[in-house]
Nanobody, 112 residues
Framework: QVQLVESGGGLVQPGGSLRLSCVASGSISTINPMRWYRQAPGKQRERVAS???????VYVDSVEGRFTASRDNGNSAVYLQMNNLQPDDTACYYC??????WGQGTQVTVSS
């Protein structure tokens, strides 16, 4: 088990960018993949991205081409670069190290 702490959320206008960070209390090198989820009010939690030790990531269709997930095992960190944000991206974003390692979430609000 590792403790995960997300940061980097905030309020941004449509078309803007944010970079989320997730720092773990211990090594994440054996947790493969690491994942990002999001949950909007009244909706189910949705898997946004899975980032693998091999250096690639897979994404939900709605963020493909706009979001980039990465990881730095040496610093026990995972990142989510989010570009061209849209109002539908508004949600609380969670870092996950499967199966049971979850952060507390960081809120992203996209609004003009």
């Amino acid at each position: 088990q590792v403790q995960l702490v997300e940061s980097g959320g905030g309020l941004v206008q449509p078309g803007g960018s944010l970079r989320l960070s997730c720092v773990a209390s211990g090594s994440i090198s054996t947790i493969n993949p690491m994942r990002w989820y999001r949950q909007a009010p009244g909706k189910q939690r949705e898997r946004v991205a899975s980032v693998f030790n091999a250096g690639y990531a897979v994404y939900v269709d709605s963020v493909e081409g706009r979001f980039t997930a990465s990881r730095d095992n040496g610093n026990s960190a995972v990142y989510l670069q989010m570009n061209n944000l849209q109002p539908d991206d508004t949600a609380c974003y969670y870092c996950n190290g499967p199966p049971d390692n979850w952060g507390q979430g960081t809120q992203v609000t996209v609004s003009s």
